[in-house]
């Protein structure tokens, strides 16, 4: 069963606009989410976190959002831009307890200019 | 250095032969980790060092033995694998093993084994 979902596979937006990409969990020890880039032939780069006792994390054009309720987070990318294409995934973990990080399937994003 | 090095890029291998992979950060890490990422699917943990001492083994095969000679280098020796073991293998460090830091990637060694 997986704990952490992006039902999206993809997602095409336009220079400019928002990216929005969701990300689900289940677990509701997890703690702690990460979101991670990745380009073709390269490992996952490290993008942005946010702790549980947050709801909203910024650094630049990224933004994440965590609601606990609901347990969803989202990417907010905003403007979008060609070279932010990539593969994104959504990362989980229990910390307190020391749990791995889970990964969702990721969403493939295209910026078109 | 903020990198997380691999070598080698590529790697074809026989069900019979013995091969090692290796992994290599100078950020001051003491906690590395190694993943394999199939295709079009998340990366699964298999081993995390912590300290230069194995902390965490998901279930991991015995053909899969990995080794941390010091907090700087992380090895994965390979032997007697199956074909369904190709796959992208991703070495990965953090500050310490606490699952709240980011964890830094590398490249990853894609591995065929014929």
């Known amino acids: 069963d997986q704990q952490v979902k992006q039902n999206s596979p993809s997602l095409s937006v336009q220079e400019g606009r928002i990216s929005i990409l969701n990300c689900d969990y289940t677990n509701s020890m997890f703690d702690y989410f990460l979101w991670y880039k990745k380009y073709p032939a390269e490992g996952p780069t490290f993008l942005i976190s946010?702790?549980?006792?947050?709801d909203k994390n910024e650094d630049g054009r990224f933004t994440v959002f965590l609601n606990k309720s609901a347990k969803h987070l989202s990417l907010h990318i905003v403007p979008s831009q060609p070279g932010d294409s990539a593969v994104y995934f959504c990362a989980a973990s229990a910390a307190q307890a020391g749990t791995a990080l889970i990964f969702g399937k990721g969403t493939t994003l295209s910026v078109s200019s | 250095d903020t990198e997380v090095t691999q070598t080698p890029k590529h790697l074809v291998m026989g069900m019979t032969n013995k091969k090692s992979l290796k992994c290599e950060q100078h950020m001051g890490h003491r906690a590395m980790y190694w993943y394999k990422q199939k295709a079009k699917k998340p990366p699964e943990l298999m081993f995390v060092?912590?300290?230069?001492?194995?902390?965490i083994n998901e279930s991991v095969p015995s053909r899969f033995s990995p080794e941390c000679p010091n907090s700087s280098l992380l090895n994965l020796h390979l032997h007697a694998l199956q074909p369904e073991d190709s796959a992208l293998y991703l070495c990965?460090?953090?500050?310490?093993?606490?699952?709240?830091?980011?964890?830094?990637f590398g490249p990853g060694t894609r591995l065929t084994v014929l």
């Open positions: 990965a460090s953090s500050l310490t093993g606490s699952m709240a830091n980011e964890q830094f």
């Open positions: 946010i702790s549980s006792i947050k």
């Open positions: 060092y912590s300290y230069e001492k194995l902390s």
